[in-house]
């Protein structure tokens, strides 16, 4: 639902008021050139967030985008978002001139719960979109003790940031052709990995191209699709998802 007319948008924030939280900026932190650390706080006492669900931005009166909590405190009332900061549509635009101290409009957590607990070891793919999505879903793998692993494809300013934060992923930089430096190194992969991670689940997530790509390769390895999450964030040329 990226756009909506201004009338419905305003019918709906008002009469659906508990589909809507109003959330105040209080902190905007740089990660890196490209990566936006935002901090949302308001009353979020009663409302429930799962991995994997994204909050919608009304970023203008007829605009909306979606975005992933890395981090969701409903007993602390915050919760931060990390942006890539793209500069090639309104939303990133949006975000780099939001003052601190603005009140804004969002949707509360919407979306499937993606975690599966069940499984004990978890693969994730994902660019820089998904990093706030991987640091939710890598808490709740830590928390249960299970092994994990995966590829975060980003643009090479993140680099020194993803490394430092994130031990236990492989980095590569993004090419011009999404997916196929994380697909590269995915076939450097010895046959140990496969034989330990045949039973994983998959979270493919980010540039719906890349996703494409990683899955034909999981599927030629022989990982059943039951096994594959996938949830595009976005595709090029094509405007919110
Ligand atoms: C469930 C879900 C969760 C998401 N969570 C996050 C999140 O936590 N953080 C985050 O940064 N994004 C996230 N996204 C992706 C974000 O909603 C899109 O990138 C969105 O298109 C950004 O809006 P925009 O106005 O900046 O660009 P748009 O107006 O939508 O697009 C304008 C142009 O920019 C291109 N574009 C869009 N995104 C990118 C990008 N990242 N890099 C390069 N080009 C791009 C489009 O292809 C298009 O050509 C999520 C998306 C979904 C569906």
Redesign the pocket.
């Given at each position: 639902m990226?756009k909506i007319p201004k009338i419905i948008g305003n019918f709906l924030e008002h009469n659906f008021s508990k589909l809507f939280i109003k959330a105040t900026i209080t902190n905007k932190i740089y990660l890196s050139e490209s990566l936006l650390l935002v901090r949302f706080e308001g009353e979020f006492e009663r409302i429930n967030f799962e991995v994997g669900q994204?909050i919608l931005v009304r970023?203008d009166e007829t605009?909306y985008?979606?975005?992933?909590p890395?981090l969701w405190k409903s007993d602390l009332d915050f919760f931060e978002?990390?942006?890539?900061i793209?500069q090639?549509?309104?939303?990133?635009?949006y975000l780099i001139q939001l003052p601190i101290g603005e009140v804004i409009s969002l949707s509360v957590p919407r979306?499937s719960k993606v975690y599966k607990p069940e499984s004990t070891k978890h693969f994730f793919f994902g660019?820089?979109?998904?990093i706030?999505?991987y640091n939710s879903l890598k808490k709740e793998i830590e928390n249960d003790g299970h092994l994990y692993a995966g590829i975060l494809e980003i643009e090479a300013e993140s680099r020194v940031y993803v490394e430092e934060r994130y031990k236990h992923i492989k980095m590569v930089e993004k090419s011009i052709n999404p997916g196929e430096n994380a697909l590269k190194m995915l076939n450097s992969f010895f046959k140990q990995f496969w034989d330990d991670f045949n039973d994983a689940t998959f979270y493919l997530m980010g540039n719906a191209k890349s996703i494409q790509l990683i899955q034909r390769k999981l599927r030629n390895q022989g990982i059943p699709k039951s096994q594959i999450i996938t949830?595009?964030?976005?595709?090029?040329?094509?405007?919110?998802?």
């Open positions: 990226p994204a970023i605009q985008r979606n975005y992933s890395s978002v990390i942006f890539h793209h090639k549509g309104p939303g990133s635009d979306g660019d820089d979109t998904c706030g999505f949830q595009p964030f976005w595709v090029e040329g094509k405007i919110g998802l």
